[in-house]
T-cell receptor, first 113, second 116 residues
């Protein structure tokens, strides 16, 4: 049972344009959502997060939007840069007697120069 | 230490052998996770530790997999009688829990396990 779903395995965007990465979740108990970025041969690194009490969080070129009623979140990168090319993982966690962060399958972003 | 450290970085083993993977979390981080990423797949949750106890072992694929954590610090993931389908990158992450809040998890670089 995939509680966190990233339905697009890959996305290709021109440099300077907006990248939009989508994520859906099924567990209404999730109250904290995160995006991680992963380069080949490295561990994932934290990018940006959002609490369920908010619907938007912005950090520089990165913005995460949360739509709780739709159980959907998205990561916007604008403007996209070639160095943003990586695999992006959406993750969600809930405090249910312990924390367990569930990751999506990832979306590979290609930013073309 | 400065970050999460995993060893070995690469391990090639023969089918049927046992392997131990080690994770040194960030000092002071009470939560520790093991995930694995098989080729072309996402991150698969294996087990979570809070301190030395594992409230959630639901992700362990079979009874050949076990993990322990001692002193609230170092963790080892043991795979007995390895099979080829165990080949994957095994990632460890740690995070700080303060009260009811958890900070983001920091990952190690992973151990690439190849079973031949």
């Amino acid at each position: 049972d995939q509680q966190v779903k990233q339905n697009s395995p890959s996305l290709s965007v021109q440099e300077g344009r907006i990248s939009i990465l989508n994520c859906d979740y099924t567990n209404s108990m999730f109250d904290y959502f995160l995006w991680y970025k992963k380069y080949p041969a490295e561990g994932p690194t934290f990018l940006i997060s959002i609490s369920s009490i908010k619907d938007k969080n912005e950090d520089g070129r990165f913005t995460v939007f949360l739509n709780k009623s739709a159980k959907h979140l998205s990561l916007h990168i604008v403007p996209s840069q070639p160095g943003d090319s990586a695999v992006y993982f959406c993750a969600a966690s809930a405090n249910t007697g312990g924390f367990k962060t569930i990751f999506g399958a990832g979306t590979r972003l290609f930013v073309k120069a | 230490g400065a970050g999460v450290s995993q060893s070995p970085s690469n391990k090639v083993t023969e089918k049927g052998k046992d392997v131990e993977l080690r994770c040194d979390p960030i000092s002071g981080h009470t939560a520790l996770y093991w995930y694995r990423q098989s080729l072309g797949q996402g991150l698969e949750f294996l087990i979570y530790f809070q301190g030395n106890s594992a409230p959630d072992k639901s992700g362990l694929p079979s009874d050949r997999f076990s993990a322990e954590r001692t002193g609230g610090s170092v963790s080892t993931l043991t795979i007995q009688r390895t099979q080829q389908e165990d080949s994957a990158v095994y990632l460890c992450a740690s995070s700080l829990i303060t009260g009811l809040a958890e900070t983001e998890a920091f990952f190690g670089q992973g151990t690439r396990l190849t079973v031949v």
